[in-house]
């Protein structure tokens, strides 16, 4: 008897096919093999049940070729009307630093002085900007805040203790929280005061021989509301000055200057505190700054030589692309009215719903003939995200699409090229398009349109 699974193509044969080719081009000799053998692999177990030929098997190879070369971090559409969405990567970066961090990805001067050819330090690309900005007396970035943070506390209170509000303990994202970070980075944690009212003069019993470091954390993922109490900053600066502590200031989500959104709650900002007299004050590149991913510490010029010279800092350091586009984004805010214009993240905060409601308007989704889909634009709320404002409502608005199952339309839209990503409400698949820019919309129409289409495919069959 015949074996099936005789007579199908040799390697060296599908090789030199003409349409395999551009594919040795593409992906390269090596990786064409592997998906060629896998597609042989399964036409030989078919074989016998469901025979297949040469282009059944080109076929499965270039099905496999594409699945293996496609990047697991893929471009995402955001239709959660979460601006600073963590899971997406946070803030999308401006034009001006999406261009300076390409231009950055080959051979630049990193560490190297171009005056004098001499070696130079990555710190020194964004120090002068940020302390223009802010009116820092030096500054230098790590690779995130938590970084910076651990940074501050290894430096200036390691086996020593940090005073930390009990109202202050936060846990950010990933699970991670304050007293975690103080620990490893060789602190040790002192908690002041109660989780709803701490005062100066709790700080003040706290204080002793172990004391190294005085740390005010803004709770910027969560509010307490009621009877709560904690002191001013200027009051807390006071007290770290009389008795000779370094006060360090973590803000967070890090906004510049409070007047770039206007309208929104008031809370601490890096040249508020600064001009306050905190000693040293961090925050996120990656929030409310609307830059990329890093830590940065400004503040007292002695104290940052210090941390300059910490052996921590070559694990905390930031790579030249980041900085490329840390500076770029900083440039910007040089002129406030161009940085709300040009950052992505200020821009969609601070655009009026009406402006929002004209968009999604102007390109609604159309549901398949005979579906029972229905799409309608409708106002929504829309939030900052990040740990950014916690509880504060931004007018918004989107597609809701109801009549089909949300989960699968949900699921469906994930599957997308690009992928969209909405949320559920109330069994409705929810598309904010506050979160959507304008070259962004028809993009995620289409992406809905062809959802809801597989949709009515899998119910007709």
């Known amino acids: 008897m015949t074996d099936p699974r005789r007579g199908f193509p040799s390697m060296d044969s599908l090789l030199k096919r003409p349409e395999v080719a551009p594919w040795l081009g593409r992906y390269g000799r090596q990786t064409v093999k592997e998906s060629l053998r896998r597609a042989l692999d399964r036409a030989r177990a078919a074989a016998g049940a469901e025979r297949q030929g040469v282009e059944d098997v080109l076929c499965g190879a270039r099905h496999d070729l594409a699945a293996r070369s496609r990047l697991s971090l893929r471009q995402t559409l955001n239709g959660t009307g979460v601006v600073l969405h963590t899971n997406l990567g946070r803030a999308p970066l401006a034009e001006e630093a999406r261009s300076a961090q390409a231009a950055a990805s080959g051979y630049g001067n990193v560490e190297l002085a171009l005056a004098t050819g001499q070696r130079g330090s990555r710190y020194d690309h964004c120090a002068d900007t940020v302390c223009e900005l802010t009116g820092a007396g030096s500054a230098i970035v790590a690779n995130n805040n938590a970084a910076a943070v651990a940074l501050v506390v290894n430096e200036l209170s390691r086996d020593r203790e940090v005073l930390v509000s009990r109202g202050e303990l936060v846990e950010i994202g990933g699970s991670f929280r304050i007293p975690d970070v103080v620990a490893r980075s060789g602190g040790r944690l002192r908690e002041v005061g ?37 002191p001013s900053l200027e009051a807390l600066v006071s007290l770290a000055q009389s008795r000779g502590i370094p006060l360090a200031h973590d803000l967070g989500s890090g906004l510049l200057d409070a007047d770039l959104l206007p309208g929104f709650p008031l809370g601490p900002t890096a040249r508020g505190s600064l001009a306050a007299g905190v000693d040293l004050a961090t925050w996120s590149g990656d929030k409310l700054l609307g830059g990329p991913q890093a830590g940065i510490i400004a503040g007292d010029a002695e104290l940052i030589a210090r941390l300059r010279r910490n052996p921590l800092l070559r694990a905390f350091r930031v790579d030249k692309t980041t900085l490329a586009a840390l500076e770029a984004t900083l440039m910007l805010y040089r002129d406030p009215d161009l940085a709300a214009r040009r950052i992505p993240t200020l821009r969609m905060l601070r655009e009026p719903a009406g402006t929002v409601e004209a968009r999604a308007l102007a390109a609604v989704p159309e549901p398949p003939a005979g579906s ?78 062809r959802a809801l289409a597989r949709l009515a495919e899998d119910a007709d069959g």
């Open 194 to 230: 109660t989780t709803n009212r701490t005062r100066v003069a709790d700080y003040e019993a706290a204080i002793g021989d172990a004391t190294g470091l005085i740390l005010r954390v803004h709770p910027s993922n969560y509010r307490v509301e009621g009877f709560a109490a904690r």
């Open 372 to 449: 029972p889909a229905r799409v309608e634009v409708t106002r929504m709320e829309a939030m900052a995200g990040g740990g950014a404002f916690p509880g504060f409502a931004i007018a918004s608005a989107g597609w809701a699409v109801t009549g089909v199952d949300a989960d699968r339309l949900a699921a469906e839209c994930r599957a997308g090229t690009p992928p969209l990503i909405g949320r559920i409400e109330r069994s409705a698949f929810i598309v904010d398009v506050r979160t959507l820019p304008e070259a962004e919309v028809t993009r995620a129409a289409g992406v809905v349109e």
